[in-house]
């Protein structure tokens, strides 16, 4: 069993940087992969990045490429995602997420992760 708490999300004005974190706490082998994903009001959640718990492959959506970092932070055990430049269609309750295969290929298929945390929103205004 994971547990998974967010943390770090806010009301920022567009341009700005934002750090989120995920703590898992309970068993987390280094084969797990984490992932953030983010929800709108209506619409389904979107696959934003994945690492493994390792800290070694990574994956990003396409839309956040370039902008946004996922990390393993030795110091805090979490996995946190760096959020830079941020724009209003940024605006979500963002979620991250424990798969618990050890898969070739990181997965972006939310059906395909485990655990899920209650959410941290973030709110990019004009």
């Known amino acids: 069993q994971v547990q998974l708490v967010e943390s770090g999300g806010g009301l920022v004005q567009a341009g700005v940087s934002l750090r989120l974190s995920c703590a898992p706490s309970?068993?987390?082998?280094?084969?797990?992969?984490v992932g953030w994903f983010r929800q709108t009001p209506g619409k389904e959640r979107e696959f934003i990045a994945a690492?493994?718990?390792?800290?070694?492959?990574?994956k990003y959506a396409d839309s956040v490429k370039g902008r946004f970092t996922i990390f393993r932070n030795n110091a805090k055990s979490t996995i946190d995602l760096q959020m830079n430049n941020l724009e209003p269609t940024d605006t979500a309750v963002y979620y991250c997420?424990?798969?618990?295969?050890?898969?070739?290929?990181?997965?972006?298929?939310?059906?395909?992760?485990?655990?899920w945390g209650q959410g941290t929103q973030v709110t990019v205004s004009s």
């Open positions: 997420a424990v798969d618990i295969r050890d898969r070739v290929q990181l997965t972006t298929w939310e059906s395909e992760y485990d655990y």
């Open positions: 690492i493994t718990w390792r800290g070694g492959k990574t």
């Open positions: 309970g068993e987390m082998y280094m084969t797990y992969t």
